[in-house]
Structures are given as structure tokens and as C-alpha cells.
């Protein structure tokens, strides 16, 4: 008997003995007959295991839809963002305007100096072989005046951007408010409870997080917050902290690297588990009265200019409103409220890309 | 061994064996689909609660860990969700969408060598009861599902789909990406090398 046939009365007489009839189909197999039968019974005894297990959702099964709908929450507010009118996602003030405010400035200044410093010095060497050193002193004279004129000249000709100075200044400082009356721009989270918004959708975002510790097994735990969503917390050498043990309340501090993996760059221990003792004095973190779990934006928050802000102070930023904000509250990354992108992510915490996801069928 | 598999369905509702499954059937499952893709929480709540058993079930049976499975079927959803967009739902059951995102994801947690090292197979078998009759049992459910994981990753998938998830032939050949014969012979394969770590398992015992 061929291998393809052997697969095929094998296949029968598994259908068959789900049907009470293998009887029928081994009649058509000859020496085959016996190992036919060994293997549609063990098929048979394959399903009856399958049948005393429970297929139901079990209660862990049950918690984790709080995961799946809060990723749920995360598309439809990436969705609603995306969608938004581009209008009202531009600030006032493009930062590339900023951008090229100073880099007009400070172009033709420097080339300007280092024509006075290069063309003096090359001047003067030339002026000394040319006519002797006792011209030389009122001939580099009349070149450098000459030189610093045209600097002046040059200078003078610069294009005014934005129409004053403020503006510029605003890069390192205060931003203005839109000229459409929306909100300004603010420079970290803390300046404005509100920005949670645009802070939720910015990719690989930080977050420092309290919950409490359960699953705890090697270099991972899981992070349950007074609203019941779970982040699976991953450490690693760096991690710098306590021991997360299970069932204490910690503060972690960390990455969103997709989904609700957490990685932690720090872990602080808040409470001991229920019956070992407090070592810990740490003040508890002021959480907003409806529990809300406390994303916190840190140093990326801060400027338009895209340059490194101070140290993360770790603390707890406002409560995350879930609720889209008002027209045109949602910035961009790169003005005010939005580091700029690293490209670590979707912004929405799904999707991390480790190659596990769905193929289009 | 083939740790991703890539696939179009191969299969379309003339060939399915579960022929009888009505038309109105296939129009619910279109609109919860849509409904899925306009990120309907709702949807979601019943595409969770009506498959998220059967997906835990078949990552459970595949690593053994309850805890770890249930993290992973929740991560099939969020994965799902993540490439909703993108599915084109052509009769071909939403389960079978994510018994292939369960694969996917399986595989990618079981190359993971920390993880692997954190979830030790200790776990086998979890809450399962001990067996008291070794040699008057053949398939004592723990010894099964041990000797099951020493399958082939596809001789693996063909066991669960075929009689622990109760998936037809051509269902299973459109989940893995391999034609109905294909499924057959792996089937055919499966359940010798089942058969062989089972009677070495009741040897070993009663030794």
C-alpha cells in the first residue's frame, strides 16, 4: 500500500470511528489493517482527551480582556487622532520656520567672521611682502573696514522671520499660542493635564506606573494597576531598584516596547506583600480619585528645539484622559507637547513588530 | 522545522467539510469582521469571548504553561486588533485568522531563550490529575500532552487543529498553508511517532 493511500484510509477511519462506522472503512485495507486500527483508536482517544478539558474561558482569560480592550481604546484613539483635520493638528508656528529662523541667523553671521578673520590675516601677510612693513599697518586698516562693511552689508539683508524676534525665542522658552485661539503648546505634561492625550499616542512612550506584583517568575512580573489593566514587566542588568516580589505594590518606571510589555528601567518597591514587613518608606504616589493609572511623560516632553531635556524626575504626571481633547490640542511631534519621533514604534502600543504578527490571508 | 508559516487560504467553502454551516453564518461572521475592523469595542468583547477559549486552548496544549497561555491569547487579540486593517475576511472562519496568529506567536515565544528559561516545562501538565493506572491507560492526559510537544512543530499543529480544536481537513490545510494531502500524511506521521513516545513512556514506567 502507497503512503498516500495508507494516509488516505487512515483519514476515513478516523472520520468514520467519530462516527461509530471505522468498521466500513478498514474493510479496504489489507495488511494494513491492524496499524489502521491502532492508530484511528488512538485519534479516537485523542478527541475523548480533548472533550474532559474544559474549553471555557478561565478566569485568568477572563482578566486579560481589560488588555485587549484597553489596546482597543489605543487604536480608536490613534484612529480618531489620524483623522483629525491636518489643520488643527498644525501648530501656528511650523517648527521648521523656527528652524530656519535660526539657521539664517547664524549662517551668514559665521561666514561673515570668518571672511573678517581669514581675509585680514591673508590681507595683511599679503600687504607686508607687497609694500613693506611700513604701509602695512593703514593698509590692513582700510581692508578690514572694507571687509566689516560688506559683513554689515550682508547682515543687514537678513530676512526677518516670523516678523519679530519673539518667536525665535520661543524655541528655547515659551511658545506662543496659536494665532486660532487653540491651546498653546506646553513643554511637558505637568503644565498641562490635558496633553495625556497627545502623550498616550507618541511611540515607545516612558511611563511610570504603580501596581501591584503578581506572576512574578525570573526576569518577569506582571503589573496590575488600581484599574485592573495588566503590563507584563520585563528587567533586565540595567534595571536599576527593588526586587519586584509577589503581591508587593511597586512603582515602575519604563518603556512600553508594545502591547503592555513594559520594559523597567527602575522598580521601587511602594508596599511589602500583605504580611511581610514594610521595609520600604517611600511616600505612595498621589493618584488622581477615580484611580486612574498615571502615565507619566518625561524628559522627551520638553522645547521645540528637539534637544536632549533634563533628567526624567520620574514623578507622576497628571491622569491619562482617555477622551480625545479639544480641537486643536493635538500636537505633533516636534512642537511643544511631543518629543520627536524615534521611530521605535506605532504610537499606539500595538504592533511591536517582533514578527508574531498576523499575515494577511 | 517550519516556526512561521506564511499562508493564503487554500480552501474555500466548496471543499470545507463543514459544508453544512449555514450561509447566514458566514454573513454573521462578515459583519463582526467589519464591525472588528471599525474597532467596535463591542465586536471585540464577542470575538473575545467567543474565541479567546479555543485560542488559549490551543497555545495552552502547545506549551503547557496556563499562565503564560493566557498572557499569549490576549496577545493574539492585541495582534489581531494591530492587523485588523489589513484582513480581508474571504470565508474562511476569523478562528482560523487567529489560530495562525497563535502559531505565530507560540513560535516566537518559544525561541525566546530567557522566556524559555523563565517557564520552565516543569508546568507540564499543570492542574491535571495524576494518573493511577499507568499500563491500563494509554493516554493518561498528562503523557499525552508530553508526548504530543515532542511532535514536530506541523505534526504539533495538525494533532491540535485536527482533534483538540475539532477542525476539519481543509481547515487545518488552510491554517498551516499546506494542501489537504499534505495535512494527511502529517496527520498519518503524527499519530506513529504518538503511538511510538507513548509505548516507550509505559516501558520506561513499568520498568
Same mark, same amino acid.
Given at each position: 500500500?502507497?503512503?498516500?493511500?495508507?494516509?488516505?484510509?487512515?483519514?476515513?477511519?478516523?472520520?468514520?470511528?467519530?462516527?461509530?462506522?471505522?468498521?466500513?472503512?478498514?474493510?479496504?485495507?489489507?495488511?494494513?489493517?491492524?496499524?489502521?486500527?491502532?492508530?484511528?483508536?488512538?485519534?479516537? *482517544?485523542?478527541?475523548?482527551?480533548?472533550?474532559?478539558?474544559?474549553?471555557?474561558?478561565?478566569?485568568?482569560?477572563?482578566?486579560?480582556?481589560?488588555?485587549?480592550?484597553?489596546?482597543?481604546?489605543?487604536?480608536?484613539?490613534?484612529?480618531?487622532?489620524?483623522?483629525?483635520?491636518?489643520?488643527?493638528?498644525?501648530?501656528?508656528?511650523?517648527?521648521?520656520?523656527?528652524?530656519?529662523?535660526?539657521?539664517?541667523?547664524?549662517?551668514?553671521?559665521?561666514?561673515?567672521?570668518?571672511?573678517?578673520?581669514?581675509?585680514?590675516?591673508?590681507?595683511?601677510?599679503?600687504?607686508?611682502?607687497?609694500?613693506?612693513?611700513?604701509?602695512?599697518?593703514?593698509?590692513?586698516?582700510?581692508?578690514?573696514?572694507?571687509?566689516?562693511?560688506?559683513?554689515?552689508?550682508?547682515?543687514?539683508?537678513?530676512?526677518?522671520?516670523?516678523?519679530?524676534?519673539?518667536?525665535?525665542?520661543?524655541?528655547?522658552?515659551?511658545?506662543?499660542?496659536?494665532?486660532?485661539?487653540?491651546?498653546?503648546?506646553?513643554?511637558?505634561?505637568?503644565?498641562?493635564?490635558?496633553?495625556?492625550?497627545?502623550?498616550?499616542?507618541?511611540?515607545?512612550?516612558?511611563?511610570?506606573?504603580?501596581?501591584?506584583?503578581?506572576?512574578?517568575?525570573?526576569?518577569?512580573?506582571?503589573?496590575?494597576?488600581?484599574?485592573?489593566?495588566? %503590563?507584563?514587566?520585563?528587567?533586565?542588568?540595567?534595571?536599576?531598584?527593588?526586587?519586584?516580589?509577589?503581591?508587593?505594590?511597586?512603582?515602575?518606571?519604563?518603556?512600553?516596547?508594545?502591547?503592555?510589555?513594559?520594559?523597567?528601567?527602575?522598580?521601587?518597591?511602594?508596599?511589602?506583600?500583605?504580611?511581610?514587613?514594610?521595609?520600604?518608606?517611600?511616600?505612595?504616589?498621589?493618584?488622581?480619585?477615580?484611580?486612574?493609572?498615571?502615565?507619566?511623560?518625561?524628559?522627551?516632553?520638553?522645547?521645540?528645539?528637539?534637544?536632549?531635556?533634563?533628567?526624567?524626575?520620574?514623578?507622576?504626571?497628571?491622569?491619562?484622559?482617555?477622551?480625545?481633547?479639544?480641537?486643536?490640542?493635538?500636537?505633533?511631534?516636534?512642537?511643544?507637547?511631543?518629543?520627536?519621533?524615534?521611530?521605535?514604534?506605532?504610537?499606539?502600543?500595538?504592533?511591536?513588530?517582533?514578527?508574531?504578527?498576523?499575515?494577511?490571508? | 522545522?517550519?516556526?512561521?508559516?506564511?499562508?493564503?487560504?487554500?480552501?474555500?467553502?466548496?471543499?470545507?467539510?463543514?459544508?453544512?454551516?449555514?450561509?447566514?453564518?458566514?454573513?454573521?461572521?462578515?459583519?463582526?469582521?467589519?464591525?472588528?475592523?471599525?474597532?467596535?469595542?463591542?465586536?471585540?468583547?464577542?470575538? %473575545? *469571548?467567543?474565541?479567546?477559549?479555543?485560542?488559549?486552548? %490551543?497555545?495552552?496544549?502547545?506549551?503547557?504553561?496556563?499562565?503564560?497561555?493566557?498572557?499569549?491569547?490576549?496577545?493574539?487579540?492585541?495582534?489581531?486588533?494591530?492587523?485588523?486593517?489589513?484582513?480581508?475576511?474571504?470565508?474562511?472562519?476569523?478562528?482560523?485568522?487567529?489560530?495562525?496568529?497563535?502559531?505565530?506567536?507560540?513560535?516566537?515565544?518559544?525561541?525566546?531563550?530567557?522566556?524559555?528559561?523563565?517557564?520552565?516545562?516543569?508546568?507540564?501538565?499543570?492542574?491535571?490529575?495524576?494518573?493511577?493506572?499507568?499500563?491500563?491507560?494509554?493516554?493518561?492526559?498528562?503523557?499525552?500532552?508530553?508526548?504530543?510537544?515532542?511532535?514536530?512543530?506541523?505534526?504539533?499543529?495538525?494533532?491540535?487543529?485536527?482533534?483538540?480544536?475539532?477542525?476539519?481537513?481543509?481547515?487545518?490545510?488552510?491554517?498551516?498553508?499546506?494542501?489537504?494531502?499534505?495535512?494527511?500524511?502529517?496527520?498519518?506521521?503524527?499519530?506513529?511517532?504518538?503511538?511510538?513516545?507513548?509505548?516507550?513512556?509505559?516501558?520506561?514506567?513499568?520498568?
Amino acid at each position: 500500500m502507497t503512503s498516500d493511500r495508507f494516509d488516505e484510509l487512515l483519514d476515513r477511519a478516523i472520520d468514520a470511528g467519530a462516527h461509530g462506522t471505522a468498521d466500513d472503512a478498514l474493510a479496504r485495507a489489507n495488511g494494513d489493517r491492524r496499524e489502521l486500527e491502532d492508530l484511528a483508536e488512538l485519534a479516537q *482517544q485523542l478527541r475523548a482527551d480533548a472533550a474532559r478539558r474544559s474549553s471555557g474561558i478561565t478566569p485568568g482569560l477572563a482578566e486579560n480582556w481589560a488588555i485587549v480592550r484597553a489596546a482597543v481604546e489605543r487604536a480608536q484613539l490613534a484612529e480618531r487622532e489620524a483623522s483629525a483635520p491636518l489643520r488643527e493638528r498644525r501648530p501656528a508656528t511650523p517648527w521648521w520656520r523656527r528652524r530656519v529662523a535660526l539657521a539664517s541667523l547664524s549662517m551668514p553671521a559665521g561666514v561673515a567672521i570668518a571672511l573678517i578673520l581669514a581675509g585680514s590675516g591673508g590681507a595683511a601677510a599679503a600687504t607686508i611682502v607687497a609694500v613693506g612693513p611700513e604701509r602695512t599697518l593703514s593698509s590692513v586698516t582700510e581692508f578690514s573696514s572694507a571687509a566689516v562693511h560688506r559683513a554689515a552689508d550682508s547682515l543687514g539683508s537678513l530676512p526677518v522671520v516670523g516678523g519679530d524676534h519673539q518667536d525665535d525665542s520661543s524655541a528655547g522658552g515659551t511658545p506662543k499660542p496659536p494665532s486660532d485661539g487653540s491651546a498653546p503648546p506646553t513643554q511637558s505634561g505637568e503644565d498641562a493635564p490635558g496633553r495625556a492625550v497627545a502623550a498616550t499616542a507618541q511611540p515607545q512612550e516612558d511611563l511610570t506606573l504603580e501596581g501591584v506584583v503578581s506572576r512574578a517568575a525570573g526576569n518577569t512580573f506582571t503589573l496590575t494597576v488600581d484599574t485592573g489593566e495588566k %503590563y507584563k514587566v520585563n528587567t533586565d542588568a540595567s534595571t536599576t531598584g527593588d526586587a519586584a516580589s509577589e503581591g508587593a505594590r511597586v512603582r515602575v518606571h519604563g518603556r512600553l516596547t508594545g502591547g503592555r510589555n513594559l520594559h523597567a528601567d527602575d522598580v521601587r518597591v511602594v508596599a511589602a506583600p500583605p504580611g511581610a514587613p514594610d521595609a520600604t518608606e517611600t511616600p505612595s504616589i498621589p493618584r488622581p480619585p477615580d484611580g486612574t493609572p498615571v502615565p507619566t511623560k518625561t524628559a522627551n516632553d520638553n522645547g521645540s528645539d528637539h534637544t536632549p531635556g533634563p533628567p526624567a524626575d520620574h514623578t507622576p504626571g497628571p491622569p491619562a484622559d482617555r477622551t480625545p481633547g479639544p480641537p486643536g490640542d493635538h500636537t505633533p511631534p516636534g512642537e511643544g507637547g511631543g518629543g520627536p519621533p524615534n521611530g521605535r514604534g506605532n504610537g499606539n502600543g500595538i504592533g511591536n513588530g517582533n514578527g508574531g504578527g498576523p499575515k494577511k490571508p | 522545522m517550519n516556526e512561521r508559516i506564511f499562508l493564503r487560504p487554500k480552501t474555500d467553502r466548496h471543499h470545507r467539510q463543514d459544508g453544512d454551516r449555514p450561509r447566514g453564518d458566514d454573513a454573521a461572521e462578515a459583519e463582526l469582521v467589519a464591525r472588528l475592523q471599525a474597532l467596535d469595542e463591542a465586536a471585540w468583547e464577542e470575538a %473575545y *469571548q467567543r474565541h479567546a477559549g479555543q485560542v488559549y486552548r %490551543y497555545i495552552y496544549f502547545r506549551l503547557g504553561d496556563q499562565h503564560v497561555a493566557e498572557d499569549l491569547a490576549a496577545d493574539v487579540f492585541v495582534k489581531a486588533l494591530a492587523g485588523i486593517k489589513t484582513y480581508s475576511w474571504r470565508g474562511t472562519p476569523l478562528l482560523a485568522w487567529l489560530y495562525r496568529i497563535a502559531h505565530n506567536v507560540t513560535a516566537d515565544y518559544r525561541s525566546s531563550a530567557a522566556r524559555r528559561a523563565a517557564h520552565s516545562a516543569g508546568d507540564l501538565g499543570g492542574d491535571l490529575p495524576e494518573r493511577t493506572d499507568v499500563l491500563g491507560e494509554l493516554v493518561a492526559r498528562r503523557d499525552m500532552l508530553a508526548a504530543i510537544r515532542r511532535l514536530t512543530d506541523d505534526q504539533q499543529q495538525v494533532i491540535l487543529l485536527r482533534f483538540y480544536q475539532g477542525l476539519s481537513n481543509a481547515e487545518v490545510a488552510a491554517i498551516i498553508g499546506k494542501p489537504e494531502g499534505a495535512v494527511k500524511a502529517l496527520q498519518s506521521r503524527a499519530l506513529k511517532s504518538l503511538r511510538r513516545f507513548l509505548t516507550e513512556e509505559m516501558v520506561r514506567r513499568s520498568a
